[in-house]
């Protein structure tokens, strides 16, 4: 039978949180009556997370396990599961249970009222640090601020999509991905549902600050060509300050002022320039790098072992 709702969970390295993700889960949606399915994407663990993927489909045969070859990153073990995905309407949902699985019926009453995208905002961050809820809040909003779309605030990867979005979504194959941008850039009707993230049930969080700062400059490089208009602002600027300082200087000497006269002046200058020249050139070649790795023509992931049904024939 036809699934109605796909659960899509990435799980890397998650043996201690797995049975307890599957329990809840299968306590909710089990409660809307309609077939389901939950799609557990191994994306590399090093762990028993594998043989525990494993054992929970041969129990119950709506478990469906992708299992990748190594650790491809989240955004793409998500892309998988939602390749994978055969319901009508598919929910993304983090592993460690920071998203409680009690919301999705939530986002799911959402759907039936015709919305199309039902993200999940979160209100209240319990079991964080002071500089995890700072960092997140500032990564949002500049996001939120420089892209040339509008992410909704405080929301992460949790949300509901109908099937005619993740149609959508499985014919945009760009490596470096930013999932919650690209659900946001589709359109379709969206609304949000406003929820208490939980503390992380068990181990360590798989995005710690370097991985965000990665994953924002992938936001970023992806929806804005901001940096790129920020190096032509600082050029503009610097040419300014060099025009205004030509009759300054003139003055000065003319008047017999010595304060810049010597090498330092000079010096300062270069450096200042020479900076703004590498860290132009560092933005350029982050958009060059992106563009170089689409060319290759790669796929996105590699599968050990899956389901033999397909829905979406795409995996380039």
Do not use: C
């Not at 961050?125 to 509008?150: C, P």
């Amino acid at each position: 039978m036809k699934p109605t709702y796909s659960i899509i969970a990435p799980i890397y390295n998650e043996e201690e949180s797995l049975p307890e993700l599957y329990r809840r889960v299968k306590e909710v949606m089990d409660r809307t009556g309609e077939p389901w399915e939950l799609v557990l994407v191994d994306d590399g663990s090093q762990d028993k997370s594998t043989e525990l993927i494993r054992e929970l489909a041969r129990q119950d045969e709506r478990v469906r396990p992708v299992i990748f070859a190594r650790n491809f990153g989240h955004q793409i073990a998500v892309t998988a599961g939602m390749d994978y995905s055969r319901g009508d309407a598919v929910v993304i949902i983090d592993a460690d249970l920071q998203d409680p699985p009690e919301v999705i019926l939530d986002l799911i009453a959402k759907w039936r009222e015709g919305y199309e995208v039902v993200y999940a905002v979160r209100a209240e961050r319990e079991g964080e640090t002071w500089f995890k809820k700072t960092t997140a809040a500032m990564f949002y909003r500049l996001i939120y601020n420089i892209t040339d779309i509008k992410i909704p605030l405080d929301t992460g990867d949790f949300r509901l999509m109908d099937r005619s979005v993740v149609k959508v979504m499985n014919q945009m194959r760009e490596h470096h991905r930013f999932l919650r941008g690209m659900s946001s850039w589709v359109g379709f009707r969206q609304t949000g549902v406003k929820y208490k993230r939980a503390a992380r049930y068990a181990g360590e969080t798989k995005y710690p600050l370097r991985k965000m700062l990665k994953l924002a400059l992938t936001a970023i490089t992806g929806f804005s060509y901001f940096p790129l208009q920020l190096a032509t602002y600082i050029g503009f600027i610097s040419a300014g300050l060099s025009i205004l300082a030509i009759p300054v200087v003139i003055i000065l000497r003319l008047v017999g002022d010595n304060a810049f006269t010597g090498q330092a002046t000079t010096l300062i200058a270069v450096l200042f320039l020479g900076g703004v020249q590498l860290i132009s050139l560092g933005i350029l070649g982050e958009y060059i790098g992106r563009i170089y790795d689409e060319t290759k023509g790669r796929p996105l992931y590699i599968v050990r072992e899956a389901p033999e049904e397909v829905v979406e024939k795409v995996h380039n």
